[in-house]
């Protein structure tokens, strides 16, 4: 079946179980699930429930779109996303964000966790992912293009919008939250990098690195999305004498500490926007 029509399947679905019409989507990264307790529900779905939907293989993902109010806005929330080292297809990978476009988002906010690899950027701190260099083997847009979808050629220049960073950078600094701005490398994981590979990443311009998001924004600015991504940085990966083992466990406890910072900005964005 083709994308289209799956997509248009899978919004159906959704439409026959709710008249709720989301205008901003969000996606929660690894140990950012606590948002989820803020929202005034109105239709919840367990991936595995909904069609087309890849389920979710980690067990620090919730595996649920949430449909309701986060401070008086209409969002769908991912509470947990799909990754290119599970195994799903890029395709898959990036599926939920195109469902969202088709019930009506305008907006995606995308969290997630990274490693540091700017050398002022510490564990526990955040940031706005200013621009990305993609260093994953395969691209969500392989293959034919559905010309209904999205263009052949998306343009990348304006892919981190300018309005929100300044809207964010603006609420962070007068409320005395520590909030960078950086550069997102995107690598298929599943293990973490080599010191080598980390003083790389340094070196060709990157800021932040992890394993995500970067398939879902270049979906998004397919599909003319406007893009916003918040990065929790969970270990600091430079300059690598500072290198310590990283581990699933340290990472979802910063993640869960430096959380509160990044749901106060996320729904300071939501205001009128
Ligand atoms: N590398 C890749 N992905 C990550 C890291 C890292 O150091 N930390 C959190 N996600």
């Known amino acids: 079946m083709e994308l289209f029509d799956q997509l248009q399947e899978t919004v159906t679905f959704i439409k026959q179980h709710t008249a709720f019409e989301p205008k901003t989507g969000i996606v929660l990264g690894t140990g950012l699930g606590n948002l989820t307790s803020e929202i005034q529900v109105t239709t919840r779905f367990r991936y595995q429930d909904l069609p087309h939907f890849p389920t979710s293989t980690v067990d620090s993902h919730q595996g649920e779109l949430i449909l309701g109010m986060l401070n008086n806005h209409p969002v769908v929330v991912m509470a947990g996303r799909f990754h290119y080292y599970e195994g799903y297809s890029m395709q898959q990978v990036t599926f939920p964000i195109r469902v969202m476009k088709y019930l009506g988002v305008e907006q995606v ?37 559905d010309e209904r979808i999205g263009p052949r050629f998306p343009d990348l220049l304006h892919t981190y919008d300018l309005s929100l960073r300044s809207k964010a950078l603006t609420f962070a ?90 749901t106060a900005i996320i729904k300071h964005l939501l205001v009128k926007s």
């Open 109 to 145: 906010f995308l969290s997630n966790a990274a490693g540091g690899i700017h050398p002022e950027f510490e564990a526990g701190d955040i940031a706005l992912v200013k621009d990305h260099i993609n260093l994953q083997p395969s691209n969500p847009l392989t293959g034919s293009n």
């Open 173 to 262: 600094k007068a409320n005395n939250i520590r909030l960078h701005e950086g550069v997102y490398v995107c690598i298929p994981g599943p293990n973490l990098e080599t010191p080598a590979e980390y003083r790389y990443m340094n070196i060709i311009g990157g800021d932040l690195v992890g394993m995500s998001t970067v398939p879902e924004v270049i979906v998004a600015r397919h599909m003319d999305l406007q893009v916003l991504v918040l990065s929790v940085v969970t270990n600091k990966c430079f300059p690598i004498e500072e290198l310590s083992e990283t581990t699933l466990e340290g990472v979802i406890e910063v993640a869960a500490l430096a959380e509160p910072k990044m």
